[in-house]
């Protein structure tokens, strides 16, 4: 057979023939310095194929080699703690090895070849296995157990497996056909992992924002938007998630973004514990890389990348929590591959099938029973940044994902010129999730917590018409209890939705700690309303302490939240004038 050989290159794109009866979606090597690619159009002996690599310098004639596989990714032990790249090359093995970021054309096992687990089967020889059965154990970080599963599809008898300590890829065991068992799996990125059921979700997402859990929440397995132009704070709301959320692993894709951010999240990342366990944040996350100045191509493996390792742990019985930043670079890349390929464009230049990929991409989000024993459910919670370009949410990749999330957090580029971060637009972002969710904060935060929430969300409403009709006929116009409404939804604003990122006591904040704030927030309104019926001045409220009161309350340091509580509570209490 002729070798194939390349016939044309422009940009990411890479023409080659004759590639014989390869496959959609095959891996390729391409070029002398065998740069990964990926075949997605054949036509005739052509195949068209985008490279997941810098290509420049790359030559006409130079060879093409197929794999006879996939994009695949070796899944198991020793990912937690990693740091991949766009198609899941550890970046410190490359940078070890290159002196460089990433020298083209080298391929890394996405897991350490030689570094060593310790395996304790929880099956015994004779025992009948098959896909998402959960074969032993091995502890990947401290208190973090690895459930070594059967690949899903697979099936057979055990003839032996052994406790011991193994590679990732030397046999633990073997099955009556000779197949061996290893502590890990190769799997297609692109693919969806097959589970049992799909489940309801059963219980928040506790993402430590009170604008969230109190007005916008989120269910465990459920998928959110958060679209907001230039600079409204869509990276630090990823990032906050990510080191402070409550889910057992988290996967940040850092897609598109600038270099210099992914090198703080590197830096940050490092130096957090999780007050919890106390271990390092890097124990529970996975990064994965795929900066602006990297090919492109390799951004929309990214995040197929990304929901695999999430998938994974979720088949083990956990909640994944996937923060992605952002899916519109991940769209562009999408558009400027069609583009090359001289596809027909879509809106604004999109392909066609960009609201099908994205809801199938979204539709991997969810809460699970896996398949196999012991029975396991897991979740994959799916939060992602859009960034609308000129922040017109009436674009396509805003719209496509509309469609298919279950909450949108939008932010607004009015809030975050005011400094009210999070910049959440309260009138436009919404949830499916809170009914769902409600039973759980009753329980769990207290009892009327729903109620808060909507008097909290109606009390903003009033706060807009009143300030419209003041933009009018003045402050002072209003009554007395109109005043009181515009300085409750001051303070909803500034001490209960706002939340500065980098105050280390105000950058995430417990179920107790929002529930208390709101709490404190209504008995103001209350206290208020009771003063201004017996005949008390609006003006000789003592707001200012109040206003210190919250203050103190929303950066208490955890050990002194109980104290500055019931002092606010004191405080609220005196603030008529004897
Ligand atoms: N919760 C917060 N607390 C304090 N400051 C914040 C908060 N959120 C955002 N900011 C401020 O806003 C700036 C911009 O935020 P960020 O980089 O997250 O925006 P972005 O939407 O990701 O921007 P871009 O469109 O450039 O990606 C931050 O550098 C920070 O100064
Ligand atoms: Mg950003």
């Known amino acids: ?23 959609l979606y095959e891996l390729v090597e391409v070029g002398e310095r065998r740069l990964l690619g990926e075949v997605i159009r054949i036509q005739g002996d052509v195949a068209t194929i985008q490279v997941f690599e810098e290509t420049s310098g790359l030559g006409l004639h130079e060879p093409v080699r197929r794999t006879g596989s996939s994009l695949m990714i070796r899944l198991g032990p020793g990912l937690l ?6 198609v899941g090359r550890p970046l410190n093995g490359l940078a070890e090895r290159s002196g460089d970021f990433m020298a083209p054309g080298m391929t890394m096992p996405t897991l350490d070849p030689d570094a060593r687990w310790s395996f304790t089967p929880t099956v015994a020889a004779g025992a009948d296995v098959s896909g998402g059965d959960v074969l032993g154990e091995v502890e990947e970080r401290p208190g973090m157990v690895h459930r070594v599963l059967m690949p899903p599809g697979s099936t057979g008898r055990v003839v032996d497996i052994e406790q011991g300590t193994f590679t990732v890829t030397e046999a633990i065991g073997s099955l009556s056909d000779g197949t061996a068992l290893t502590l890990s799996q190769p799997w297609a990125i692109r693919q969806r992992r097959p589970f049992a059921n799909h489940l309801p979700g059963d219980r928040p997402f506790i993402t430590g924002q009170r604008v969230f859990d109190l007005l916008f929440p989120v269910m465990e397995g459920g998928s959110v938007a958060v679209p907001g132009g230039f600079g409204t704070g869509k990276t630090v709301i990823e990032q906050s998630l990510a080191k402070y959320a409550k889910a057992d692993i988290m996967v940040y894709i850092g897609c598109g973004e600038r270099g210099n951010e992914m090198a703080e999240v590197l830096h940050d990342f490092g130096r957090l514990t999780d007050p919890e366990t106390g271990r390092s944040i890097m124990d529970r996350t996975i990064l994965i890389v795929n900066t602006s100045n990297m090919p492109v191509a390799a951004r929309d493996a990214s ?11 979720r088949d083990m019985g956990y909640h994944v929590a996937i923060l992605a930043d952002s899916l519109s670079r991940w769209a562009e890349a999408l558009r400027e591959i069609a583009a090359r390929l001289q596809e027909m464009p879509g809106e604004e230049g999109y392909p066609t099938y960009l609201a099908n990929r994205m809801s ?3 539709e991997r989000a969810g809460r699970v029973e896996s398949q196999g024993t012991p029975t396991r459910t897991g979740a994959v919670t799916f939060i992602s940044a859009i960034s609308p370009p000129g922040g017109d949410f009436a674009e396509p990749v805003t719209q496509a994902s509309l469609r298919v999330v279950g909450a949108l957090w939008a932010l607004d580029p009015r809030l975050a010129h005011q400094r009210q971060f999070p910049a959440v637009d309260w009138d436009i972002s919404y949830s499916l999730y809170a009914d769902g969710t409600r039973a759980w904060f009753s329980k769990e935060g207290g009892a009327d917590w729903s109620e808060l929430r909507v008097e909290t969300v109606r009390l903003l409403q009033r706060d807009r018409e009143l300030r419209e009709i003041a933009g009018l006929v003045g402050v002072d116009a209003l009554e007395d209890e109109d005043r009181l409404v515009l300085e409750g939804a001051r303070i909803a ?21 929002t529930y208390q704030l709101v709490k404190m927030l209504w008995a103001f309104m209350q206290t208020g309303e009771t003063a201004l019926k017996e005949g008390t001045a ?12 919250f203050g103190a309350v929303k950066t208490a340091a955890p050990d002194e939240l109980g104290e500055e509580i019931s002092k606010a509570k004191r405080t609220i209490a005196e603030m008529r004038p004897a």
Do not use: C, W
């Open 493 to 513: 604003r500034e001490f209960l939705i706002g939340q500065n990122a980098f105050h280390p006591h105000d950058a995430f904040s417990s179920v107790e700690k």
């Open 81 to 86: 703690g990693s740091i991949l790249d766009g």
């Open 303 to 313: 995040v197929y990348l990304g929901m695999t390792i999430a998938e994974y742990y």
């Open 538 to 549: 609006f003006e000789k409220l003592d707001l200012a302490a109040v206003r210190v009161a």
């Open 1 to 23: 057979m002729t070798e194939a050989r390349i016939i044309r290159v422009a940009g990411a794109i890479a023409e080659a023939e004759p590639l014989g009866d390869t496959a």
């Open 360 to 362: 199938r991409l979204y």
